[in-house]
């Protein structure tokens, strides 16, 4: 109330309980068993706002309620650095997702759309296997980017061994609890697809010669396999195809999910193959059976009793294979479906004997012998059931009363002139790992000082880095510029001062592990802190994609005001403050930020703390005043100068701050490749766009 809002600078109580009174009852009865919201993934949030949704009674108070939870999340994003999810704003109505699934139709068309793509050949293959994991094993997204190459369980060329997908936690994943493990059988639930999942592990294991494969993810880019891959590469192209091949805008991956679990508890509930599915979910365009083992008993084949036979385990088999805790979990989103069993099991036991007249009446016949010779023509033998008079003439039947509402809302689907995901391939999906520039730069000065020629140094360190020759001179161009560049008072901005008269020297030795170059700043030692710097760097090129003026206006911010020697940046105003932040939030570290003012000693510091907490959207708690370092104790303005400290650690003015580091590294590998060098004027790659 005292912040305000997005609009105004107070919020009135009346406020304040309006936008309670929408989401607080149901956020707090739906997540009263969550212990840590930072632990959450994306679609752990994603599920507790669709539960929240759900409660609404009509259109007009969903829309409500999911515009009052975009707010709400956008803060938890500044606060508590929670991964983005997917709510629509700004609508007048807004549907219930958890009834939509994906057939196996439009499921079969997506993938079509991923493998005829422009896009890298290795992100297509990610691609397609986690749409299969999604659709036929129901694997959440967290799950499916966390999976590690010794999940998957097989035994090479013994196709008759059973072959099993480990969901469990690891140094990735969280899951519910450590201990907790599922095993999905691959010969199961998806004996189509298994040839492609393991022919990817065979080759994820022959992309390293060392055991540590196995504990590298099964999805990431090469050489990267401690590095998860973010919503592009992966889950965003997926999203892109099952909202073209179906026309619903609203689709998502975790509706693979729903899907999954749709089919798969009516399969557990059928008396005889397939008895439960319409043929429009049993088959693709093409005529060809898309569901697997259609044809066969899937409970007697899961270990279970036939599906002649009642039991309570099929639905404790299903909850195990979704990973609920219990049935009780499962039938709490699925319920919908015991409805249509039910009117299943009622369209076969409500089928009426038709008598001869009431078959004359119905069909219009003109006589008994034209009947008889319709019958004899549709092979209607002896007695006739309301069904088996309906199979022959449900292409004749009109509607009585009225067109269907929804008639002309299907339409025959075609496949789009141009393919969607093409245009993503404009995002760089090869950008090679920061630490990957990094050591083609050092080799690079290493032939350099041992007398070879630049060009052909470059030429040749493009072949060992599969990069091409003219990107990377426009890299080593751009480096050196940065690394050129100092600040107002003559020091340098990017470089360590004892380093700089013996740089050729420290990137030719062999004892050094990773020096500053010439080119390029010393990346940092710390593997944890390394492997974070990697990973922000392919957010900020994401961030550049996305929104490449808002991208470029902060990273030149960033570059003309940091100092290598010290661990804050000093900036001139709030607006320089809010752009630092505004680089800060696809990183997820809005929350780690300080700021620490410099103001005179009769300054009133309550009113200093409200004008920046008002100006930056940093809470007064991490404000901190300290007396001003001049010698006259005065400050230009009267709310002093403000410096921002980027730290996780207890006290910003501790010497070790790792954050700090991979921040710092990542915006300046980030301004090398895009050719952020200076503030007029843009080179190398990005001057080509």
């Known amino acids: 109330m005292q912040h305000g809002g997005r609009v105004k600078s107070r919020l009135a109580v009346s406020s304040v309980a309006t936008y309670l009174s929408n989401i607080a009852r149901p956020l707090l009865a739906h997540g009263y068993e969550i212990d840590d919201v930072q632990a959450l993934d994306a679609g752990e949030w994603q599920a507790l706002y ?26 938890v ?10 709510l629509e704003v700004g609508k007048g109505t807004a549907s219930l997702a958890d009834t939509n699934i994906i057939t196996p139709a439009e499921y079969r068309r997506a993938l079509a759309i991923i493998e005829s793509s422009r896009q890298p050949k290795r992100f297509r293959t990610m691609q397609s296997l986690a749409l299969m994991l999604g659709y036929r094993m129901g694997l959440r997204r967290s799950e499916c980017a966390s999976l590690l190459v010794r999940d998957v369980a097989y035994v090479l060329d013994h196709d008759e061994v059973p072959g099993e997908l480990l969901i469990r936690a690891n140094q990735f994943h969280k899951g519910k609890t450590y201990s907790a493990k599922r095993r999905l059988p691959l010969w199961l639930l998806m004996p189509d697809e298994k040839r492609q999942l393991i022919d990817w592990c065979q080759r994820r294991r022959g992309e390293s010669t060392t055991q540590a494969a196995e504990k590298h993810l099964l999805f990431c880019r090469s050489g990267g396999g401690t590095l998860p891959l973010g919503d592009k590469e992966i889950f965003r192209p997926i999203q892109t195809a099952l909202k073209t091949v179906s026309g619903d805008a609203t689709l998502r991956y975790h509706h693979l999910r729903h899907s999954f679990v749709t089919f798969t508890l009516l399969r557990l509930l059928e008396r005889t193959p397939g008895e439960l599915l319409p043929d429009a979910w049993q088959h693709d365009d ?53 409805d249509w069993t039910l009117g299943h099991t009622l369209r076969q036991r409500i089928d009426p004997l038709v008598t001869i007249d009431m078959q004359m009446e119905l069909l219009n016949a003109s006589s008994k012998t034209s009947l008889s010779s319709w019958r004899s023509r549709h092979k209607l033998r002896r007695e006739t059931h309301a069904s088996d008079l309906l199979e022959p003439t449900q292409g004749d039947w009109k509607h009585y009363c009225a067109a269907m509402p929804q008639e002309d809302a299907w339409q025959l689907y075609r496949p789009p002139a141009d393919n969607p995901l093409d245009t993503l391939t404009d995002a760089a999906f090869e950008w090679p790992e920061a630490i990957t520039i990094y050591q083609g730069l050092r080799l690079i000065e290493q032939q350099e000082y041992r007398g070879i020629d630049p060009n052909t140094a470059i030429e040749q360190t493009a072949r ?21 560049q100092k600040t107002r008072r003559d020091k340098q ?31 940092p030692i710390k593997p944890r802190v390394l492997k974070e710097a990697g990973q922000f760097f392919h957010q900020l090129l994401d961030w550049h994609h996305d929104k490449p003026d808002e991208a470029k206006e902060s990273l030149a911010i960033f570059r003309r005001h940091m100092q290598r020697s010290t661990g804050h940046i000093t900036l001139p105003d709030a607006h320089a403050i809010r752009c630092i932040r505004r680089m800060l939030r696809p990183l997820r570290c809005m929350i780690h930020t300080w700021l620490v003012v410099e103001v005179e000693e009769a300054a ?18 991490r404000i901190e005043l300290v007396p001003a370092a001049s010698k006259s104790g005065k400050t230009r303005h ?39 060098t200076s503030s007029d004027e843009v080179h190398g790659a990005e001057a080509e766009t």
């Open 493 to 523: 901005r990017f470089s360590r001062r004892e380093q700089q008269d013996r740089r050729d020297e420290l990137a030719a030795a062999q004892y050094l592990y990773m020096p500053e170059l010439y080119r390029c700043m010393a990346p």
């Open 50 to 75: 669709e539960r929240v949704i759900s409660d609404a009674k009509n259109p007009g108070s969903r829309a409500r309620v999911q515009n009052r939870l975009r707010q709400f999340h956008d803060y």
């Open 464 to 484: 060992r880095f599969v990069v091409a020759p003219d990107q990377l001179a426009a890299w080593v161009d751009n480096g050196e510029r940065l690394m050129q």
């Open 638 to 676: 009267w709310y002093g100068n403000a410096d921002l400290k980027i730290t996780r650690e207890a006290s910003y003015s501790s010497t070790q701050q790792p954050l700090w580091e991979a921040v710092r590294f990542s915006a300046f590998m980030a301004l090398l490749v895009l050719g952020l």
């Open 604 to 621: 009133k510091k309550k009113a200093v703390k409200s004008y920046w907490a008002q100006e930056t959207d940093i809470p007064q708690r």
């Open 77 to 86: 994003i500044d606060t508590q650095a929670a991964p983005d999810v997917e």
């Open 286 to 338: 093409e005529g060809h059976i898309a569901m697997p083992n259609l044809d066969a008993d899937i409970s007697a084949q899961a270990g279970l009793v036939p599906h002649t036979s009642p039991s309570r385990k099929r639905l404790w088999q299903l909850a195990l294979w979704a990973g609920h805790a219990s049935p009780d979990e499962t039938l709490d989103t699925y319920s919908h479906l015991v």
